[in-house]
């Protein structure tokens, strides 16, 4: 091989091994152009997501009445994709006891959230999570993490709150209502802690607990690292087991205590705030007014979700148990747990011994009947 072209390789390899290290250093200390990088990176991933059907597990489908002295009267409000003649969307219906729609509700993401795809990704990729109906027949929504809409009965807009919400809507009993939120960009500092975190060198998405207005207006927010760091609870992202990740505590639940219920809760108050924060395993209850959490546990659950206050002082939780299994074969499956604060008491409510096992291992939600 000629000196000139040893000179020639020797050229492009010093490049290289300078290229890479510059690439390594520009990612450790947050030089330009990472911002710009990570945003091409979520917006080409946004591009190629696709909100996917999970696999049937058992050999049947609609709506099915095993006992129908059993079931609970009126109507059932559900949240879900559809299969209509353009293809599968997500829309609410309203079905009744024999599981025929009543009314539904179909709308545009991209409508309702123009804005999103420059700030918090392509609308019409998202979930549509957390739902509320109103006696009226309006509806709220949730795009997750892009934003929550009010529609009325007939699909039309009331209006709309782009603020990165996601998961769970609930209803407080002055009207407003509690959702999670999230910042639009991962980052390493709140305004309460300018400085940053000890132990979380990365940017991460810093959830939010959002109290909203009836009329879609941010009441007051709260950053959920700046309540588990005031409370000493941030020993529990060691469980997470990966804090070099950016979603490191994804909160899927906020739940208001209600005043016709609180008296059954001797170590809480009307108001109390019930959280679920899946990625730490954890759940807790805290005063929104002084953030002083009054009760959190981590056991028995695993990336849990939907905790309900559901009377006589106990909280009822659903527990995915993921073991990520297929089917949950290692746990035994999801559970619905319910647990006693005040005499420690826990129990799984189901399945029962008569009951056959079931699994899902992300999202879902569950309702105690009457």
Request: proline share 6%; glycine share 8%; with cysteine.
């Amino acid at each position: 091989m000629k000196s000139g072209t040893f000179a020639k390789v020797g050229f492009v390899l010093s490049v290289a091994v300078l290229l890479f290290f510059y690439g390594f250093l520009t990612r450790a200390n947050r030089w330009a152009p990472t911002s710009l990088l990570q945003q091409a990176q979520q917006e080409a991933s946004a591009m190629w997501y696709r909100p996917s059907l999970t696999s049937r597990v058992y050999d049947r489908s609609g709506i099915r009445i095993e006992r129908p002295e059993e079931r609970q009267p009126g109507l059932t409000f559900v949240n879900s994709l559809w299969k209509y003649s353009e293809g599968w969307d997500p829309a609410l219906r309203l079905i009744d006891e024999e599981g025929a729609v009543v009314h539904d509700w179909r709308f545009d993401r991209d409508e309702l959230f123009p804005e999103a795809r420059d700030r918090r990704g392509d609308p019409s990729q998202k979930v549509v999570h957390g739902s509320y109906l109103f006696p009226n027949g309006d509806v709220l929504l949730n795009v997750d993490y892009v934003g929550t809409a009010r529609l009325n009965a007939c699909g039309e807009v009331k209006w709309r709150l782009p603020a990165g919400t996601h998961h769970s809507i609930e209803r407080a009993a002055d009207g407003s209502f509690w959702i999670p939120g999230v910042s639009e960009r991962p980052r390493r500092t709140t305004e309460r802690h300018p400085d940053g975190f000890p132990g979380l060198t990365e940017p991460v998405w810093v959830d939010q607990i959002l109290h909203v207005s009836a009329d879609g207006e941010i009441l007051d927010q709260t950053a959920l690292l700046n309540l588990l760091h005031t409370n000493n609870l941030q020993r529990y992202f060691a469980k997470y087991g990966e804090p070099h990740e950016t979603d490191i505590t994804h909160l899927n639940d906020v739940e208001p205590l209600s005043p016709s219920i609180a008296d059954e809760y001797p170590l809480f108050d009307a108001g109390d705030l019930l959280l679920s924060i899946r990625d730490l395993h954890l759940v807790l209850v805290y005063d929104p007014a002084s953030e002083q959490v009054k009760w959190h546990t981590s056991d028995p659950f695993i990336q849990q979700h939907d905790p309900d206050f559901i009377g006589n002082g106990w909280i009822g939780v659903f527990d995915n148990n993921r073991d990520f299994t297929a089917r949950g074969t290692m746990n035994g499956g999801s559970r619905i747990v319910a647990v006693q604060l005040h005499t420690d008491s826990v129990e799984v409510r189901f399945p029962t011994e008569r009951s056959a096992p079931f699994y899902t291992d992300t999202m879902r939600k569950w309702q105690q009947l009457e």
